[in-house]
C-alpha cells in the first residue's frame, strides 16, 4: 500500500466529497452524537457483521485506551474466530478482540468542511470505544451504506455500566512466591498479552512481579528515558512493534518511524501506514523487560494495568540497553 502519510489526527485526510451521507438510510431510525456525528445503532450479530467487512477495501483500524492510541492502514479487513477462544483476530494486522466485552456498535458518520468521514465504531460495557474501523478514500463506500442497511436496528445504545472504581481494597493481598519462582513464570510467560495480572499467579498484579523479579529481568526507568529513546528510534529509523492494551483487547503495530512530534499532552510517532500516540497528562509507570535474551519497553498504569508494550520488529532485535547507555539515560 502505497498512500501519503498516514495521520489519524488529520481528518480530512479520510473525507469522502460532499454529496455521500448515511442519511439516505430511511429504514433505521438514526440518531445525532454529542460531538455531531450522525449514528446508526447497529445489531449485536458481532460474527456476520465482522465478516462483512471483508468486502469494504482499505480501511484504517483505530484502537485506544486512556493513554494510548494506535492506527494501522490494512488493504482489506479479515477477522476470524481466534482457536479454542471467543475471540477474533484481524488476519491482515493481528488485532485480537473479544465481544464479550462489547455492548453495542454504531455505524458513524462525522462531518467535516471537506466532506465526510464514515466507519464503525465498538464500545464496551462501560460505553467506552474501544475500536473503530474507518474508510479510507479508496474504500467501498456502497458496501459500508449496504452493511447499514442488512444490521441497522435504529434506536439508541444501551445504557452501559459505570466504570468500576480504581481497586483500593484494604485486603491483604496474596503473597508473592519466592524470587525463584517468579523468575520462573517469568521466563516461560507471553509478554505481549495484556491484564492487570500476571499469568499463573491468581491476585498477584503484574506491576508486582515486575518490582519484585529483579533488576536484569526488569528495571523501571523514567519518562524522559522513555521519550529519548523513541527520540532515538525515530533518528536511527530503527523498526519498532507497539502493542496496545484494552481489557481483553490487543492491537499491535510495527512502524518504522519517519516522524516525532512532540506537544504538551504527549508523543505522536508514525510512518506512512501506522502511528503511536501516548498521553503523557496521566501518570504512568515506564519499565525495561527483558524476555529471553529481547528487551522491550512496558508502560504500565499505578493500579497495575498493562497499557503499551514497545519491542523490536518481528526478527529484529533493538539494543534498546545500547540506545539508553548512548543517550546517557541509564538510571546506574
Known sequence: MRRPRFLSHRADSFAFPPGHSICRSHHHQLFRAEGGEVCAALSCDWDALLSGMSELGPVALITHNRSVRLAMLVEQVDFAHEPLSDSYIELQSGLIADPQEWTYALAVQENLPSGAIFGFQFFDRTGQGQLKVVLTREAQLEHFFAMVEEHGVGGYPPACAEEPPSRTSDA?????????????????????????????????????????????????????????????????????????????????????????????????????????????????????????????????????????????????????????????????
Open 172 to 332: 491483604t493481598p496474596p503473597l508473592l512466591p519466592g524470587r525463584t519462582l517468579l523468575r520462573g513464570l517469568w521466563k516461560r510467560t507471553r509478554h505481549e498479552t495484556g491484564g492487570r495480572f500476571f499469568p499463573g499467579l491468581p491476585g498477584i498484579t503484574r506491576l508486582a512481579a515486575l518490582q519484585n523479579v529483579g533488576d536484569d529481568l526488569a528495571r523501571p526507568i523514567t519518562l524522559n528515558h522513555f521519550l529519548a529513546t523513541l527520540m532515538a528510534l525515530r533518528r536511527k529509523r530503527l523498526p519498532a512493534r507497539f502493542t496496545l492494551f484494552n481489557r481483553h483487547l490487543t492491537h499491535g503495530v510495527n512502524l518504522r518511524a519517519r516522524q516525532l512530534e512532540r506537544c504538551p499532552q504527549g508523543v505522536h510517532l508514525f510512518d506512512s501506514e501506522g502511528e503511536f500516540h501516548l498521553s503523557t497528562e496521566s501518570p504512568l509507570l515506564y519499565w525495561l523487560i527483558r524476555d529471553g535474551g529481547q528487551t522491550s519497553f512496558e508502560i504500565i498504569a499505578p493500579c497495575g494495568e498493562r497499557v503499551a508494550l514497545v519491542s523490536g520488529a518481528p526478527g529484529r532485535e533493538i539494543g534498546w540497553e545500547h540506545l539508553l547507555a548512548k543517550n546517557q539515560l541509564s538510571q546506574g
